[in-house]
């Protein structure tokens, strides 16, 4: 049995064949030298709490949580539940739905998710550092519900019609077309199927976006950085309707912060912020704020 197999009774809404080749490549991230210790901590008979604690610690750092189980509270760089608590009003009744996270990483959301019944809830991202993190996740969680594959959103373009829900959030300003990213996930929505699109943004009444030359707050792989009128019409340009601005938040350092399993080393919101004025950047840009979207394709 091929793993992709839960995808069959969806063969009419998906490039089946493209996604088994593309998720067979990316297998091979697990060969790497890197991902030996990753293999290590799946390995491990997680029943015991010393071991299930070794296990999270050879996947450091974890960036989404926190996770709570009977042995302690994994507290993750970003204090995930404050995104979910904003947003999960806004996501209907899930039960029986399908959905896609993309680029998930250990799938908070997804575990959120589940608890809603959903028929399926897939989750993509090309980190193996993040898949072998889910999967030692629902080794203890167990959750039937949940995928988890090594693709990008590139990769949304081979789904069709398909999902009820599509979770987008930290991910468009790190691609060069964000449009094109839009209409990819739009035609991967069912007729009526919505959208929550989170993204950083800047401050401004008018359309526009930012394009750093070099770094913004510290991040090289950043394009376009939207003020939030900008980022509506996005949406508009994409052809979604419906469209509702669900927040628009500063970005604290009580939501992103280091922790035990986030360390110092690992740069997070202060480290980007000017110290001397926080409403811009290292670099002097404008200090990001977060906008969360929501949209839905035309029936």
């Keep these: 049995m091929n793993h992709l197999d839960y995808l069959i009774p969806f063969a009419k809404n998906c490039d089946l064949e493209q996604l088994k080749a593309l998720v067979s490549q990316r297998e091979g991230h697990w060969e790497h030298k890197g991902s030996l210790e990753y ?3 799946l390995e491990a008979d997680l029943s015991s709490p010393e071991q299930l604690w070794s296990s999270i610690e050879k996947l450091i750092p974890w960036k989404k949580g926190p996770f709570e189980f009977e042995s302690g509270t994994l507290d993750a760089e970003w204090r995930s539940d404050f995104k979910w608590n904003r947003f999960k009003e806004h996501l209907g009744n899930l039960e029986g739905k399908t ?13 959120e998710m589940a608890k809603l019944n959903p028929k399926l809830v897939l989750g993509i991202d090309p980190i193996p550092r993040c898949q072998a993190q889910f999967k030692l996740l629902n080794k203890v969680f167990k959750e039937d519900a949940l995928r988890f594959e090594l693709l990008g959103v590139e990769h949304c373009k081979h789904f069709h019609s398909m999902f009820d829900l599509i979770l987008f959030m930290g991910i468009i300003y790190h691609h060069r077309h964000p449009l094109e990213q839009l209409i990819d996930l739009r035609e991967a929505l069912t007729p009526g199927g919505e959208i929550i699109l989170e993204t950083i943004g ?27 009128s900008c980022t509506v019409n996005w949406m508009k340009k994409a052809k979604f309707i419906n469209i509702e601005v669900i927040a628009d938040t500063d970005m604290t350092e009580e939501e992103q912060r280091s922790t035990k399993w986030n360390p110092e080393n690992f740069k997070t919101l202060k480290d980007s912020l000017d110290p001397n004025d926080p409403s811009k950047t290292i670099e002097g840009h404008p200090a990001p704020r977060r906008f969360l979207i929501k949209g839905t394709r035309k029936p």
């Design 39 to 41: 293999k290590e901590a």
């Design 99 to 111: 959905v896609l996270d993309v680029g998930c990483n250990n799938g908070y959301f997804m575990f």
């Design 202 to 228: 800047i401050p401004g009444e008018e359309s526009y976006a930012l394009f750093p030359e070099d770094r913004y707050a510290g991040m090289k792989n950043i394009y376009f950085i939207p003020t939030l």
